[in-house]
Structure formats: C-alpha cells, structure tokens
C-alpha cells in the first residue's frame, strides 16, 4: 500500500502562482511513477501531467505545458506541483497518483493509488 497525502491547495488570482505537494508513506516510493490529475465539477478527472520513477522524464497535458513543473524528491517522499500563471479554468480539485508502470500515463485506470485531492481555485 502507498498512501498519498496533497496539500497546498487554495485560492489564488489568475496570474498567480501555487506549488502541491504529495507526501507519500508505504512501500518503496521511488519505484513509482507519479502523476496528477484534476477533476472540476461536473467534468472527469483529467491528466494534468506525470513524472517517471527517477524523476528523469515528465509529461504534462497540452492545457498545463510551459506553466506546469512536476519534480520529485525520492529522499523526501515527495512530489511537487508548481503552478504558474494560473487560469480561472484551472480550477479544480488536483489529485495525485501512484502507478508501478514504468511511465506515467494519462489514464486513470493505470494509477494504483490516490490521494483524497487538494482544492485550487483560482479567481478572475
């Protein structure tokens, strides 16, 4: 089991900028892949980006490119979100997830864990 905690959510003007974290605690969590994910209301929950076991490669979704940063740090158990130039349209609840596959996919059904969500919202 990987349990998987976000935080730093919260409310911020577009423009703006906000960084989540993801503490995880369990099995080894440098042998998973990471991703996150958000979900606004009344819509699916979507990619938003991923990061591999090492950290080496990321992906991110065609929304988030360019002002989206995903980063790791295996010593601390933890992945991060850095957010930049916010959009009204990203708001949404973000989640993080773990997968034992080698890379980080956009699908929800290849993540094994998650974590309960964190709240961004981001005001015109």
């Known amino acids: 089991q990987v349990q998987l905690v976000e935080s730093g959510g919260g409310l911020v003007q577009a423009g703006g900028s906000l960084r989540l974290s993801c503490a995880a605690s369990?099995?080894?969590?440098?042998?998973?892949?990471m991703g996150w994910f958000c979900q606004a209301p009344g819509k699916e929950r979507e990619f938003v980006g991923g990061i591999t076991w090492s950290g080496g490669r990321t992906e991110y979704s065609d929304s988030v490119k360019g002002r989206f940063t995903i980063s790791r740090d295996n010593a601390k158990n933890t992945v991060y979100l850095q957010m930049n130039s916010l959009k009204p349209e990203d708001t949404a609840v973000y989640y993080c997830?773990?997968?034992?596959?080698?890379?980080?996919?956009?699908?929800?059904?290849?993540?094994?864990?998650w974590g309960q969500g964190t709240q961004v919202t981001v005001s015109s």
């Open positions: 369990g099995r080894t969590f440098s042998r998973y892949a």
């Open positions: 997830a773990a997968t034992g596959s080698n890379y980080p996919g956009p699908a929800v059904r290849e993540y094994d864990y």
